[in-house]
């Protein structure tokens, strides 16, 4: 049977506890003195003592044979003996030793020392779990205050992620923390994946893992492609202080001068700023560069200012560099909102870089707005549910491809009553006005004129009125809502009222355009005569999230548009038919297809189609046909695309993701891609495959094909 010494010296300032014969599994002991059973465990007297010194306090508590030493603190020692020595306040514990700390951190050792008040901790054979994942072991420890030192050490943020191995680990035969630095300083490391040595360091240093931020060295990532050849990416991160950051990663090309990549980040209160750029300066002498800038500043609670720049050194620097996202231009400016219950105002000044090749027949996005001030206001109910929009615009163009200056003030006013008449048909009527003037500075107009400079005005009156009487079948199951709909807009048809075009560039015919109050998404092209939009739409859902959607409609022009391209899909009289259909028969399946049908021949003129089966494993497929437009971005002829994309989760840990998109007109890829992600508890792995065909009117290929690599250590500490 196991028994229990307490030794207490003479002049009380030695206390000793132990535990002797230890066998099999520790039990409170459930016999009295006598050997007799008893319920309660320990007496109190031998389950708690209290000894006072004018330097200490310390409680203990006893389980036998393994004894509890809580501290005030609180955490806890345990130890098949403990001695503690009153006078000088110190602890020890020898066999089985371990402190638990509030925080449910632990360490382990054969034996340790604890000096008071707190000044210093010696073990051997220490086994240190900071959380249940990240474990660090050591033949010797010493802490106080100011350092940690310990010997044959090692280091892992993986314990308990897969049975039986560790994925990595760092071995070093000694290591310092210096505490108030924050610094851990590593002596002779290795690094040991798999329980194979990968790779030795004679020193290095790491922030211990008390600091949220610190600058220094990150992951590297290596890479290839064909314009490049291989790729190294040295990232170093600099932390300014908890709010402010920056990226700096060099990046070594086997076939090209060095890059330079910069991140900034600075969140201070009511202000952010987010900077993204890169330069080199290449084997043929040219400098090139990037800059991608946002910043948000909140002035106030009704009051905020908004600035972006986004340049680049020249139209295909994006694309080979691998910085490009598909960005037609680049848009820099500058704005300020101001904010009220009833309206907003703003002012702004944007500039504008084309990145598209010049092509045939291509419009593109030019010209400098020097400055834009719009205003909006909206009251409250003025007869019924009526109410007023009062709207004001100016801007100025400066530098654009159809004059050196342009100058236009807009102000418009509508009146809108809407009403819902007994049986369920929604009504609304409106009046509205709009007066342009227009200042031109050597401008090519829509009439054919060219080099005019003056002024040129135009009034703009409408009366509308539209009618929609939605007819609900709520059923059992499927509730199915008919809509039919329809609007009349009356203008008066005054000749030429279009002078110019700058802004609208969405004068194609789709299902939005369809009873929207522009249909041509801008200010300088705007609607000249009455036309009337009508069209039926067919909505059913259930409570389970399905759902299918149909909707088809028609625009009827009583004037022949003005300055619209042929293709567009306006006519005088009736316009090409457009539509939707979506259809979500389950949350992991849905289909979205929009279309638009000549007038007369029904030909297909546009489709866009799309098809989604799953949610996170997912297949999707996509289809796109366009007739070409002859003032369009496009060139003129007929242009089918079908685009393709794959995710699926392998098992629990690896993710695969392919996309491409085939130009089925040239009968050629245009661009493809494949990522797979490895995701361990301890490390992330990912390799990415991207190939841009692109090619300019040459035949020229401006894209590139790359390879990338990434490995991510998870290395987590507090």
Known sequence: MPSMNLTISKNNTEVAFSSINRSGPRKTDRRRPDGLPRRGGLSKRHQRFRLKTKYFALFFVITFPAHSLSLSTPKEIYADEIFFDARTGSVTGAGNASVRAETGQTMRSDFMSLSNPGGQMNVSMAEIFLNPQVRITAAELQMTKEEIRANQMTYTACWGCDAGTLAWEFRATKMVND?????MHFHSATFFWQGIPIFWLPYFTQPDPTVRRRSGLLMPKMGTTNLFGATLEVPLYVAFSDYHDMTLTPVWLELENPLLKIEHRMNQGHATSRTTGSITHNRQGKTRWHIFNDERIELGDNMLALISVNRTSDKLYLREYEFYDAQPFLDTSARLELYGQDGYATAEVRSFQELRQQMQNQASSNGDILPRFRAATQTGPIIGSSYLNLNADFLNLSHSSQSDNTSRLTGEAKYTYPLIIPFGQKLEFSLGARYDIYQFMNAELL????????????????????????????GKNWTQVLEPKARIVIMDHSGNINFINQDSSGSLLTDTSIFADNRYSGFDLWNNGSFADYGLGWTAFDGKGRSVELF?????????????????????????????????????????NRFRFERDSLELRHLESDVRLGTK???????LRA?????????????????????????????????????????????????????????SISLTFSDDRAEDLSGRLIGSTSYRMQFNLKIQGI
Request: proline letters at 6%; aromatic letters at 12%.
């Open 552 to 592: 088809a409609g028609q625009s009827y022009d009583f004037h022949a548009p003005e300055d619209l391209n042929p293709n567009s899909g306006f006519h005088n009289g009736r316009s090409d038919y457009v539509g939707r259909l979506k259809i979500m028969p389950e949350n992991w399946l849905a289909f979205t």
């Open 447 to 474: 009439d054919g004129t060219t080099g005019y400079t003056g002024m040129k005005s135009r009034f703009l009156p409408q009366g509308a009125a539209a009618i929609s009487w939605p007819l609900v079948n709520p």
């Open 627 to 683: 007739v070409q437009l002859d003032q369009s971005v496009m060139l003129d002829r007929k242009f089918d695309e079908a685009l393709a994309a794959v995710g699926a989760s392998v098992t629990d840990r690896l993710r695969v993701g392919y996309n491409m998109a085939y130009n089925i007109t040239d009968k050629r890829v245009q661009r493809r891609g494949l990522h797979m992600t490895y995701d361990h508890p301890c490390y």
């Open 179 to 183: 505490r108030p630095a924050q610094n």
């Open 617 to 623: 494993n997912f297949v999707q497929v996509g289809y």
